[in-house]
C-alpha cells in the first residue's frame, strides 16, 4: 500500500502542476484527452497497474490477453499448453486478486 500512497502523492503534486500551467496557458486540459472521454482516473490506472503487477506471470498473461485484447480462452490454454478449464481458474483467481486489491 505504500507504493499506493507514494503514487498517489506524485500524482496530486503532478496535477497541481499541470493545473497551474494550464491557467497560466488558458488551456482546459494538458496532455490528456477530454474529460468526455475518458472513463477511468489516473489514480485507478496507477492502481489498477500496482494490482496487475502483483499477479503471478500467467495470471497477468491471461488477464491481458483475455479481457484486453479479447482473445479466447481456448487460444489462450493452446499457447500455454494447459487445458482451458485450469486457464479459466487462473483467470478467476486473478480476477478475485483484483478485486481485492481495488477494494
Do not use: C, F, W
Not at 500500500?1 to 486540459?29: G, W
Amino acid at each position: 500500500m505504500d507504493k499506493i500512497r507514494q503514487a498517489n502523492k506524485k500524482l496530486l503534486r503532478h496535477e497541481r502542476y499541470l493545473k497551474e500551467k494550464d491557467a497560466k496557458a488558458h488551456v482546459t486540459h494538458y496532455g490528456i484527452d477530454p474529460p468526455e472521454t475518458v472513463n477511468i482516473s489516473i489514480m485507478e490506472l496507477i492502481e489498477l497497474k500496482l494490482a496487475l503487477s502483483e499477479l503471478n506471470t500467467t495470471e497477468r498473461y491471461i488477464v491481458q490477453s483475455n479481457i484486453v485484447k479479447k482473445v479466447p480462452l481456448k487460444k489462450i490454454a493452446n499457447e500455454l499448453n494447459l487445458s482451458v478449464r485450469t486457464v479459466s481458474r487462473h483467470k478467476n483467481s486473478a480476477l478475485q486478486t483484483l478485486r481485492e486489491k481495488l477494494k
